[in-house]
């Protein structure tokens, strides 16, 4: 897309707040816009996900999604920080591997993070769909009111922010899992440092669905 058009389309959406709506098999690469003045979004899909992803307005999308594919997306900041602490309320009704995350990256090491609030129970976060593989546990620690199980893998030569390429992946998992509450991002950058990991420079942080060959729809806000 030409940045003029760009230009178009974002000047567009924040003069009328219309919702942008992505019904994207075929979205390959990351997108990233900026959607009104607050939040910062990105969707990503391997192509093969029957995925409708929608910005609706403020901090606020929606996604449906059917069987096949794997995608990720949703609304935060870009660049985040660590001492963001999320507002957040979610509709989130998945089929199968699916997770209402706090998602993002840093660089520096290359590192992909998830803070996982909700996820179905068929797919226990951080691992893979070989039930063997649940990632190295890391320990647990408490916040806002829950309990957190942190997991670490590697991706060797995985989709990333900087192209195919291998990574390590970070993920606190909360027991009780929830759909509305405040989460505290510079615990778990705490946490997950006291564990011994290096974290990087913080990129972009989106309060995300992902999903992956599972079905469900999810309207998720931030404030
Ligand atoms: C979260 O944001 C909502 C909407 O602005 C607000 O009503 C609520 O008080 C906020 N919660 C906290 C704990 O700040
Ligand atoms: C998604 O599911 C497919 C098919 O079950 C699996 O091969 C793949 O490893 C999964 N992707 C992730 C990121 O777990
Ligand atoms: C963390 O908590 C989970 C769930 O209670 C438990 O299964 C696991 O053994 C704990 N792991 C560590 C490293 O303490
Ligand atoms: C979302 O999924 C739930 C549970 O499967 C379903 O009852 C509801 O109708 C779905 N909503 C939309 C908008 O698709």
């Known amino acids: 897309m030409s940045s003029a058009l760009l230009i178009i389309l974002i000047a567009v959406a924040v ?7 992505n019904t994207k098999n075929g979205l390959a690469p990351r997108e990233e816009l900026s959607s009104g003045a607050t939040f910062f ?12 992803y929608k910005n609706l307005a403020g901090g606020k999308y929606s996604v449906t999604w059917g069987e096949g ?3 990720v997306g949703g609304k935060g900041w870009n660049p985040g920080t660590t001492s963001k602490v999320v507002n957040f309320t979610a509709s989130f009704n998945p089929e199968g591997y699916a997770y209402l995350t706090i ?12 803070i996982v609030e909700s996820y179905h129970p068929s797919h226990i976060p951080g691992t893979t769909t070989d039930p063997a593989d649940k990632g190295a546990e890391l320990g647990n620690f408490t ?15 995985k989709p990333s922010i900087q192209g195919t390429t291998t990574f390590r992946q970070i ?7 929830r759909e509305e509450g405040i989460l505290t991002f510079a615990n778990h950058w705490k946490a997950w440092k006291d564990m011994g990991i290096t974290m990087g420079k913080m990129n972009y ?19």
Not at 15 to 21: A, L, S
Not at 103 to 114: A, D, K, R, V
């Open 205 to 223: 942080m989106i309060m995300a669905t992902e999903g992956n060959d599972s079905s469900g729809n999810s309207t998720v806000e931030i404030f």
């Open 15 to 21: 003069v009328f707040g219309t919702p942008t709506e």
């Open 143 to 157: 916040s806002d009111d829950g309990l957190y199980s942190v997991r670490t893998k590697m991706r060797i030569n």
């Open 103 to 114: 998602y993002g990256w840093t660089t520096s090491p290359l590192i992909e993070f998830y």
């Open 41 to 52: 979004n990105s969707f990503w899909s391997d192509g093969k996900s029957k995925v409708s």
């Open 69 to 71: 594919g794997n995608f």
């Open 171 to 177: 993920f606190s998992v909360r027991e009780d899992v």
